[in-house]
Antibody, heavy 123, light 111 residues
Framework: EVQLVESGGGLVQPGRSLRLSCAAS????????MHWVRQAPGKGLEWVSG????????GYADSVKGRFTISRDNAKNSLYLQMNSLRAEDTALYYC????????????????WGQGTLVTVSS | QSVLTQPPSVSGAPGQRVTISCTGS?????????VHWYQQLPGTAPKLLIY???NRPSGVPDRFSGSKSGTSASLAITGLQAEDEADYYC???????????FGGGTKLTVL
């Protein structure tokens, strides 16, 4: 069974940093691109970032570009999101999601999704 | 506001048919990029419902169907059941943003 388990969320002050992790199991991790998608409280879904199977292709939403860094460790079956200069508007449930392909997510979909880790940015 | 536009809410009685629209533009749906749909039950993570405009993953009832035409897509749910009450999101890719994009979500209420 494919499983994605996020961790690393919590309460953090504006301007500080946080690193999220996603542990993957049940599939060949380095065959697939991976993504982070967030959902602010009571709001819709927003794609945050994606990374290809070999980290050769990386993309970010404009709202996080320059502040967030996605990475992966295929030896550890893990996906990461380093979040710097956090803002109140970054407060959200952050989901890790598996792409159905290895790279170039132009017409790809996300399946499955983890349960999410909550990030709250507040002083 | 979201790049893909969905109605905030729809409702229907048990057994009825409802549709949820997803309207995009020439840089996403209209450019030929596929549309996918997700169901988010209360308090849970999104779950893939329809992929590639009209395909159902294994385990998704055939009461759910998807279609795409021009710059829009639609999700139809027939034979509404109480368990279908959830938020539904469409997703595509936008070439101007070079990013996957979601609709704002539609809350389905089963009366």
């Amino acid at each position: 069974e494919v499983q994605l388990v996020e961790s690393g969320g919590g309460l953090v002050q504006p301007g500080r940093s946080l690193r999220l992790s996603c542990a993957a199991s049940g599939f060949t991790f380095d065959d697939y691109a991976m993504h982070w998608v967030r959902q602010a409280p009571g709001k819709g879904l927003e794609w945050v970032s994606g990374i290809s199977w070999n980290s050769g292709s990386i993309g970010y939403a404009d709202s996080v570009k320059g502040r967030f860094t996605i990475s992966r460790d295929n030896a550890k079956n893990s996906l990461y999101l380093q979040m710097n200069s956090l803002r109140a508007e970054d407060t959200a449930l952050y989901y890790c999601a598996k792409d159905i392909g290895s790279s170039g997510w132009y017409s790809n979909w996300f399946d499955p999704w983890g349960q999410g880790t909550l990030v709250t940015v507040s002083s | 506001q979201s790049v893909l536009t969905q109605p905030p809410s729809v409702s229907g009685a048990p057994g009825q048919r409802v549709t949820i629209s997803c309207t995009g533009s020439s840089s996403n749906i209209g450019a030929g990029y596929d549309v996918h749909w997700y169901q988010q039950l209360p308090g849970t993570a999104p779950k893939l419902l329809i992929y590639g405009n009209s395909n159902r993953p294994s385990g998704v009832p055939d009461r759910f169907s998807g279609s795409k035409s021009g710059t829009s897509a639609s999700l139809a749910i027939t034979g509404l059941q109480a368990e279908d009450e959830a938020d539904y999101y469409c997703q595509s890719y936008d070439s101007s943003l070079s990013a996957p994009v979601f609709g704002g979500g539609t809350k389905l209420t089963v009366l």
